[in-house]
Structures are given as C-alpha cells and as structure tokens.
C-alpha cells in the first residue's frame, strides 16, 4: 500500500507520554514503510491549556526520538509564524459556514457524560432534530449523516465538484478551498 502522506499531531495541552511515543512511533514506521510523507501537525486550538513548555516539550521529545517529519514546523519560533492551527481560524469558519449554510450540521445541547451514559460507539442521535439555535449557549455542531450514527463525514455531499483542482478535498483536505470552483 503505498500512502501519499500521514500525520504525528500531538496537543500542546500537556507533557508527551508513552501513549503518544508509540503512536508516533508506529505512524513515523509506517510512513517510512509506504514511502509516505510525514506531517507534523500541532493541534494548538485549545488556547485555554496550551503552554509553552509543551509546545517545547513536543520538539525535544520527537528530535530525542529521532522521530522524523518530513512537514511542518521546525521549532517554536517556525511553529507561531507559519504553522498554528490558530492561524487557519479563517478557513475553519468558512468551512463551518458552508455546512451549515448546506444544512449539513446541526446544534446539539448534549454534554460528554450524557453522550458516555447513552452508550454506543458514536452520536446517538438525541439533538439531531430538536432545531436547536446554533448560537444557543453551550451548543456544539455536530455533522449530520445518512444514518442515526454520526461516523464519518460524505466530503463529496459537503463539496460537489468533480474537477481535478477541487478532487483534492478527498485526497488532501488540508488543501481544500470550500469556496466554488473555478476551473470548470
């Protein structure tokens, strides 16, 4: 099997541990295996408990490791100004704007422990027809699917286009633009 590209995409929430060392492990394993490209992808959203130390912590660890990464940020400083998910607020809102302007999400009250105490492996459904305002307090948005189970998400019903440019929305949607093509 040979992969275009995969991903190490700790947090900076807190230190790295053995779970994520073998997570990254087998991930940089198979890269090398698949002669895929390696992305290093810090998910910094979380401002409320990301720190610095941790952010440094990711670095050191991986370079002691000598996990490699083929993408992505060097170091701290190259982190902040290139590569911040923070950075790509803008994509992520319009993105979010287009599914629900699509009707492809929908508001959902239900907490973390009212979801575990529901059982299952996914989204039980319980918020999907409520109508619940998206600007309502303490709502997330949850993607709506074909079935009762929220498991993955149909790109194509997102994003329609069939032309080559916009083909990669499936393949790499880091490198997707929501917006309508222009190259039909």
């Known amino acids: 099997m040979k992969l275009a590209k995969t991903r190490i995409a700790p947090t900076p929430s807190g230190f790295l541990h053995v779970g994520n060392i073998l997570n990254f492990s087998l991930t940089a394993g198979l890269g090398r295996q698949t002669g895929a490209g390696i992305l290093l992808r810090i998910d910094d959203l979380d401002r409320e408990r990301a720190d610095a130390a ?11 490791l000598e996990i490699p990464w083929d993408e992505g940020p060097g170091d701290m400083a190259d982190f902040e100004t290139s590569w911040s998910q923070v950075r790509r607020m803008g994509l992520y809102e319009r993105a979010l704007a287009l599914l629900r302007e699509k009707g492809k999400v929908f508001a959902c009250s239900c907490s973390r422990a009212e979801l ?5 492996s996914g989204y039980p459904g319980t918020c999907r027809d409520r109508n619940i305002s998206f600007d309502a307090p ?24 069939t032309c080559a440019c916009c083909w990669t929305i499936l393949r790499r949607p880091w490198n997707c633009h929501l917006a309508p093509c222009t190259r039909r």
Do not use: P, Q
Not at 54 to 64: G, N, P, S
Not at 116 to 120: E, F, H, M, T, Y
Not at 147 to 160: E, G
């Open 116 to 120: 575990a105490r529901a059982g299952g």
């Open 138 to 161: 303490d709502v997330n948005w949850r993607l709506k699917t074909g079935s009762m189970w929220i498991s993955y998400v149909n790109l194509r019903a997102v994003h329609s286009c």
């Open 54 to 64: 941790f952010l440094e912590d990711i670095f050191a660890t991986l370079r002691f």
